[in-house]
């Protein structure tokens, strides 16, 4: 890609964030904050790769956002060096963040689902998880006397513990409705795992507000989650052709693509192993 490309597609990254980031949870006043660290194993054919991020869990009187720590961090870097004034912004620190793309608000009646595909935000809504099994056994996990739960979702069998010291009907991911906060939730595979591991004392949270920006959910278009899986293949699949028109040429080796391609298609592991 040539540097006046390179220029172009600055100015809108730097049009689009400037814009957006003033678009704050003004009317969620923060309860709770909770980090959870995922830990899963994405591919089948690695077993041995473990793939670990931290994840917010952020609960105002009538929501709860869950989102990756290191969006978050992009957040706060990015309006640093916004607010600094300078003509170039230095995004050396960001382009290092990884994170998951996904954010999800949680509710008593439902969860929504937004991602972003190329510049599009998409959404979907689905009813909260209400076929729980609650089991009578207890356990003690990171100082926390904990219940024990159940539920078949998408796929995988889950087994959480959750406490109701601390009552707040959310957890991790799309997991929530039991009668309190969800402090550890494993697939019996164990191919994936959240556990809280860090808390925030609510005397600590008296005035402040949920620092999710509105840009992850804002404005969205609504879909459904096929119809979010599809539009994601069919970007990516684009993706290759818009570029090349723009002058970018990719390295392509014809024998090796295809035999790596379908090595990552036999092992993808995904949390979600049905519609």
């Not at 309006?79 to 990884?98: H, P, R, V």
């Not at 939730?185 to 959240?194: C, K």
């Not at 404005?219 to 970007?235: V, Y």
Request: charged content about 25%; some cysteine; aromatic content about 14%.
């Amino acid at each position: 890609m040539n540097s006046k490309k390179c220029k172009i597609l600055k100015i809108i990254f730097l049009l689009f964030f400037s814009l957006s980031f003033s678009q704050t949870s003004k009317n969620d006043s923060l309860r709770g904050k909770f980090t959870y660290l995922l830990q899963c194993k994405p591919n089948s054919l690695s077993p041995d790769y473990v793939y670990k991020e931290l994840f917010s869990l952020q609960i105002s009187d009538r929501r709860a956002f869950f989102i990756s720590e290191n969006k978050l961090k992009f957040d706060s870097l990015f309006t640093t060096e916004y607010n600094k004034g300078n003509a170039k912004i230095d995004l050396t620190n960001l382009s290092s963040l990884k994170s998951s793309s996904y954010v999800i608000i949680q509710t008593n009646d439902d969860f929504k689902y937004y991602t972003t595909v190329g510049m599009t935000l998409l959404t979907y809504t689905t009813p909260i998880i209400d076929k729980w099994n609650l089991i009578d056994e207890t356990k003690v996990i990171n100082s926390i006397v904990c219940e024990k739960a159940e539920v078949r979702y998408k796929g995988r069998d889950w087994i959480a513990w959750y406490s109701t010291q601390i009552p707040f009907p959310y957890g991790p991911y799309k997991f929530s409705g039991l009668p309190g906060l969800i402090v550890k939730i494993t697939d019996r595979t164990g191919d994936y795992d959240f556990e809280l591991v860090r808390s925030i004392p609510s005397s600590k949270l008296k005035g402040k507000l949920v620092s999710v920006s509105g840009i992850y959910y804002k404005n969205a278009k609504i879909t459904t989650s096929k119809d979010l899986i599809e539009a994601k293949e069919n970007f990516k699949a684009n993706a290759k052709h818009e570029f090349e028109s723009m002058g970018t040429q990719f390295f392509n080796d014809q024998k090796e693509k295809p035999r790596k391609n379908e090595t990552r298609k036999n092992g993808f592991n995904p949390i979600e192993l049905e519609d």
